[in-house]
C-alpha cells in the first residue's frame, strides 16, 4: 500500500510568520501535537511541535524531569510562556524535516517513524508540496 | 486541482419518522431511521466529486465537538480538509422527514460559529497557498457569522488574479456583490429568499429574466433553480450559446437536501472531463435525481446516476 492510501488527508500548516500563540491555539483546537511550517507554496520548511514550546519555557524541564521529583514555579512559566506569545514559530522550529512522499510504501513511511521516533510524518506530494500527515495511529490502520 | 470553500459547514443529522405528532397527541417522537454526515455546499459538492473519483480539497471554518465531527466524516472519505479553527461550535443542522411527505421536511439550520479575527487572517493564508495549487475554486453555502457580505467576493477577486475558474453558489448579498465579478459558473441559492439582484424568480418565467442578466456579469454558464415546490426543482441552464431546462421524472423522493449541490457536482465533474454544456446538465439533473431518491445527500453509486439519466428531459428555450 502507498502512502496515500494511509495518510490523514489534512493540510493543516502554518508559516513562518505565525506566532507561538497562534500555534498554541491551532493545536489545542485540532488535537494534532506539532504542525509543519510551510513558505507560501505549502512547501515544508520546519516542524513545531508541543514539546518544542515547552522546551522553550522551560529548557531544562526534559533534563530535571529525569531524575527529580520537579515542581516548576506557575508563576515563572506563565512569564515566559507570555514572553515567547508573539515571537514567530521559525525561532523554535525544527528546521530539517523528515518527509515522505505520497507515492512512497507504506513500510518505508513506518520505518521512518520508527527509527527516527517521529509522531508525525508529513507528507509531500510530487511537486513537493504538503499532501498530507502520517500519524502513528494511521499506520495501525493497516492491522484492521 | 478543485478546491471547494464551505465558511459554514455543518453535521446535517437526519431523522425519518412515521409522522410529525403534534404535542397534544405525544411528546415524544420516535425516529425510524437516522443520519449524520458532514454538510454544506462545498462540502456536499467535494463529497459527490470524490465519489466520482475526482480530488478536492474542502475549506472553510469549523469549530468545537462538532467541528471535528465534520473532519473525521470527511476524512473517512479519504477527502482532503484544510479548514480553520475558531471558537464556538460547527452547526447541526436537523432535518425532519415524515412519511409520505418527503418533499417537504421540517429543516431548522443553526447560524454556527462566530469566525473571529485571527481565525479569517489564518484562512487568508491559507486560501493563498490553496491558490497556487488549484485550477478551479467553487465558494458555496451561507456565511458565517463574522464574515462580512463581501467575503465571496474577496475570494473571487484572488482567484481570478491566479486564473482559477471560479464558481459562486449562494444567496442573499454575497451572492449579489460576488456575481459582479461575473465567476466563470454562478448558481443562485433561492430556497430562502426568492429574488436575485433585487428581482423576483419564483416562476419559471422571472427566473429565465434573471438569469439572462446573470449571463451580463460575465459568468460563462449560470444555472437557476426553479418550481422548488416540485419533489426536484428544474434547473434552467444559461450560457452565450443556448439556455435549456431540465426536469426530472417518475420522482420518489427519499431526502431531497442536497439536491442542487449533486447537481453543481455532477455537472462540474462532467465538464472538467471535457464534455459539453448539456451533456454536463443532464448527467448533473441525474445525480440530482439519484440522491433524491437515496437516504445519503450525495450518490455514492455511479450507476444510480447512469440509470437516472433516463428519467431526465432537456428542453430547449
Given at each position: 500500500m502507498?502512502v496515500k492510501h494511509?495518510?490523514?488527508?489534512?493540510l493543516?500548516?502554518?508559516?513562518v510568520?505565525?506566532t507561538?500563540?497562534?500555534f498554541?491555539y491551532i493545536v489545542?483546537?485540532?488535537?494534532?501535537?506539532?504542525l509543519?511550517?510551510?513558505?507560501?507554496?505549502?512547501?515544508?520548511?520546519g516542524?513545531i511541535?508541543?514539546?518544542?514550546?515547552?522546551?522553550a519555557?522551560l529548557?531544562d524541564?526534559?533534563?530535571?524531569?529525569?531524575?527529580?521529583?520537579?515542581?516548576p514555579?506557575?508563576?515563572?512559566?506563565?512569564?515566559k510562556?507570555?514572553?515567547l506569545?508573539?515571537?514567530?514559530v521559525q525561532?523554535?522550529?525544527?528546521?530539517s524535516?523528515?518527509t515522505v512522499?505520497?507515492?512512497a510504501?507504506d513500510?518505508?513511511?513506518?520505518s521512518?517513524?520508527?527509527?527516527q521516533?517521529?509522531?508525525?510524518?508529513?507528507?509531500?506530494n510530487?511537486?513537493?508540496?504538503?499532501?498530507?500527515l502520517?500519524?502513528?495511529?494511521d499506520?495501525?490502520?493497516?492491522?484492521? | 486541482?478543485i478546491v471547494?470553500?464551505?465558511?459554514n459547514?455543518a453535521?446535517?443529522?437526519?431523522y425519518?419518522?412515521?409522522?410529525i405528532?403534534?404535542p397534544?397527541?405525544?411528546l415524544l417522537?420516535?425516529?425510524?431511521?437516522?443520519?449524520?454526515?458532514?454538510?454544506?455546499?462545498?462540502?456536499?459538492?467535494?463529497?459527490?466529486?470524490n465519489?466520482?473519483?475526482?480530488?478536492t480539497?474542502?475549506?472553510?471554518f469549523?469549530a468545537?465537538?462538532m467541528g471535528h465531527?465534520?473532519?473525521?466524516?470527511?476524512h473517512e472519505r479519504?477527502i482532503?480538509?484544510n479548514?480553520?479553527?475558531?471558537d464556538g461550535?460547527?452547526r447541526a443542522?436537523v432535518?425532519?422527514?415524515?412519511?409520505?411527505?418527503e418533499?417537504s421536511?421540517?429543516e431548522v439550520?443553526?447560524?454556527?460559529?462566530q469566525?473571529?479575527?485571527?481565525a479569517?487572517?489564518r484562512?487568508?493564508k491559507r486560501y493563498q497557498?490553496?491558490?497556487?495549487?488549484?485550477?478551479?475554486?467553487?465558494?458555496?453555502?451561507?456565511?458565517?457569522p463574522?464574515?462580512?457580505i463581501?467575503?465571496?467576493?474577496?475570494l473571487?477577486e484572488?482567484a481570478?488574479?491566479?486564473d482559477?475558474?471560479?464558481?459562486?453558489?449562494?444567496?442573499g448579498?454575497?451572492?449579489n456583490?460576488a456575481?459582479?465579478?461575473?465567476p466563470w459558473?454562478s448558481?443562485?441559492?433561492?430556497?430562502e429568499?426568492?429574488?436575485?439582484?433585487?428581482?423576483?424568480i419564483?416562476t419559471k418565467d422571472?427566473?429565465?429574466?434573471?438569469?439572462q442578466?446573470l449571463?451580463k456579469t460575465?459568468?460563462e454558464?449560470?444555472?437557476m433553480?426553479?418550481?422548488?415546490?416540485?419533489?426536484?426543482a428544474?434547473?434552467?441552464?444559461?450560457?452565450?450559446?443556448g439556455?435549456?431546462?431540465?426536469?426530472a421524472?417518475?420522482i420518489?423522493?427519499v431526502?431531497?437536501?442536497?439536491a442542487?449541490?449533486?447537481?453543481?457536482?455532477?455537472?462540474?465533474?462532467?465538464?472538467?472531463k471535457?464534455?459539453?454544456v448539456t451533456?454536463a446538465?443532464?448527467?448533473?439533473?441525474?445525480?440530482?435525481?439519484?440522491?433524491?431518491?437515496?437516504?445519503?445527500?450525495t450518490?455514492?453509486n455511479?450507476?444510480a446516476?447512469?440509470?437516472?439519466l433516463q428519467?431526465v428531459e432537456?428542453e430547449a428555450?
Amino acid at each position: 500500500m502507498k502512502v496515500k492510501h494511509i495518510m490523514l488527508r489534512e493540510l493543516a500548516a502554518i508559516e513562518v510568520d505565525t506566532t507561538i500563540e497562534e500555534f498554541i491555539y491551532i493545536v489545542r483546537k485540532s488535537g494534532l501535537s506539532s504542525l509543519p511550517v510551510v513558505d507560501e507554496g505549502d512547501r515544508i520548511l520546519g516542524i513545531i511541535s508541543e514539546r518544542d514550546v515547552i522546551g522553550a519555557v522551560l529548557p531544562d524541564y526534559h533534563e530535571t524531569l529525569q531524575g527529580t521529583p520537579f515542581s516548576p514555579n506557575p508563576d515563572e512559566l506563565t512569564r515566559k510562556l507570555a514572553e515567547l506569545q508573539q515571537e514567530p514559530v521559525q525561532n523554535y522550529m525544527t528546521s530539517s524535516v523528515t518527509t515522505v512522499q505520497e507515492s512512497a510504501d507504506d513500510l518505508y513511511a513506518a520505518s521512518l517513524m520508527f527509527d527516527q521516533n517521529l509522531k508525525l510524518l508529513p507528507v509531500v506530494n510530487e511537486e513537493g508540496r504538503l499532501a498530507g500527515l502520517v500519524r502513528r495511529i494511521d499506520l495501525l490502520k493497516l492491522l484492521r | 486541482m478543485i478546491v471547494t470553500i464551505t465558511p459554514n459547514p455543518a453535521i446535517d443529522q437526519f431523522y425519518w419518522v412515521d409522522e410529525i405528532l403534534s404535542p397534544e397527541t405525544a411528546l415524544l417522537t420516535r425516529a425510524n431511521h437516522t443520519l449524520s454526515s458532514a454538510g454544506g455546499k462545498g462540502i456536499n459538492v467535494s463529497m459527490q466529486l470524490n465519489y466520482l473519483g475526482m480530488e478536492t480539497t474542502t475549506m472553510g471554518f469549523i469549530a468545537g465537538y462538532m467541528g471535528h465531527a465534520v473532519e473525521h466524516s470527511l476524512h473517512e472519505r479519504n477527502i482532503t480538509t484544510n479548514f480553520v479553527w475558531t471558537d464556538g461550535e460547527t452547526r447541526a443542522n436537523v432535518i425532519v422527514i415524515a412519511d409520505g411527505k418527503e418533499v417537504s421536511p421540517i429543516e431548522v439550520n443553526a447560524t454556527g460559529p462566530q469566525v473571529s479575527d485571527m481565525a479569517l487572517h489564518r484562512f487568508q493564508k491559507r486560501y493563498q497557498n490553496a491558490l497556487l495549487r488549484c485550477d478551479y475554486v467553487m465558494c458555496g453555502g451561507s456565511l458565517a457569522p463574522g464574515l462580512d457580505i463581501d467575503f465571496y467576493k474577496r475570494l473571487l477577486e484572488k482567484a481570478h488574479q491566479k486564473d482559477a475558474k471560479t464558481m459562486l453558489y449562494a444567496s442573499g448579498d454575497e451572492f449579489n456583490h460576488a456575481c459582479e465579478l461575473g465567476p466563470w459558473m454562478s448558481k443562485p441559492d433561492v430556497r430562502e429568499r426568492s429574488e436575485v439582484l433585487g428581482k423576483p424568480i419564483g416562476t419559471k418565467d422571472q427566473a429565465y429574466e434573471v438569469g439572462q442578466e446573470l449571463l451580463k456579469t460575465g459568468s460563462e454558464i449560470v444555472i437557476m433553480a426553479h418550481s422548488l415546490t416540485q419533489p426536484l426543482a428544474d434547473q434552467m441552464v444559461f450560457t452565450k450559446e443556448g439556455i435549456w431546462n431540465y426536469k426530472a421524472n417518475e420522482i420518489e423522493t427519499v431526502n431531497r437536501v442536497g439536491a442542487g449541490d449533486t447537481f453543481t457536482a455532477g455537472m462540474l465533474f462532467k465538464l472538467l472531463k471535457g464534455s459539453d454544456v448539456t451533456t454536463a446538465s443532464r448527467f448533473g439533473m441525474a445525480a440530482s435525481l439519484a440522491s433524491t431518491e437515496a437516504k445519503q445527500t450525495t450518490v455514492a453509486n455511479r450507476n444510480a446516476i447512469e440509470q437516472a439519466l433516463q428519467r431526465v428531459e432537456e428542453e430547449a428555450l
